[in-house]
T-cell receptor
Framework: KNQVEQSPQSLIILEGKNCTLQ??????????LRWYKQDTGRGPVSLTIMTFSENTKSNGRYTATLDADTKQSSLHITASQLSDSASYIC????????????FGRGTSLIVHP | EAQVTQNPRYLITVTGKKLTVTCSQN?????MSWYRQDPGLGLRQIYYSMNVEVTDKGDVPEGYKVSRKEKRNFPLILESPSPNQTSLYFC????????????????FGPGTRLTVL
């Protein structure tokens, strides 16, 4: 069964610090992986999308990496800001006819001043 | 402005009273989808549609119906709501490159918070 596991479940950091969120998946065959940011009570917003051939992609202070061999991805946040407080969701989609994306349960990040 | 809209944003109803949550997108996207989000469980897909008159079940379709008569609209129908359908619902849309199975970014609506008493 396709699964996406995220760690840690929650994380508290101080403003200005860096952090890294992890995503491990068993989705196969792999098509693409997305990281979303979801503010409380609002719809998720895409941060990055990566396909098999991409191993790093940045979006401002957010940098995602992908290791398709080990089926792992990470999201690194640099110089965190209070507005980074949100849930970060890893979503992996399979190829080969299955159009159902598999969602991780998210990492809840709290940035304290 | 490119967007996905949902209505209503909040709804409190009683068991068994049929309801419809509307979803509309103005980006001419082929792919539309409904999700529910419950604490500790993350987002789970209910139904999706790859184009007009093409719909399919997601992971948790029981108790829900959908229709896709027009490209821009994808309503979610609860024929006989029950308390276990109390949840936060999101509609999303994206382009779909037919044949390559490559997806663009999904754009999510603002969410509908449903309470079934």
């Amino acid at each position: 069964k396709n699964q996406v596991e995220q760690s840690p479940q929650s994380l508290i950091i101080l403003e200005g610090k860096n952090c890294t969120l992890q995503c491990n998946y068993t989705v196969s065959p792999f098509s693409n992986l997305r990281w979303y940011k979801q503010d409380t009570g609002r719809g998720p917003v895409s941060l990055t999308i990566m396909t098999f051939s991409e191993n790093t992609k940045s979006n401002g202070r957010y940098t995602a990496t992908l290791d398709a061999d080990t089926k792992q991805s990470s999201l690194h946040i640099t110089a965190s800001q209070l507005s980074d407080s949100a849930s970060y969701i890893c979503v992996v989609s399979a190829s080969g006819g299955s159009y159902i994306p598999t969602f991780g349960r998210g990492t809840s990040l709290i940035v304290h001043p | 402005e490119a967007q996905v809209t949902q209505n209503p944003r909040y709804l409190i109803t009683v068991t068994g009273k049929k309801l419809t949550v509307t979803c509309s997108q103005n980006m001419n996207h082929e792919y539309m989808s409904w999700y529910r989000q419950d604490p500790g469980l993350g987002l789970r897909q209910i139904y999706y549609s790859m184009n007009v008159e093409v719909t399919d079940k997601g992971d948790v379709p029981e108790g829900y119906k959908v229709s896709r008569k027009e490209k821009r609209n994808f309503p979610l129908i609860l024929e006989s709501p029950s308390p276990n359908q109390t949840s936060l619902y999101f509609c999303a849309s994206s382009q779909l490159f037919f044949g390559t199975e490559t997806y663009n970014e999904q754009f999510f609506g603002p969410g509908t918070r449903l309470t079934v008493l």
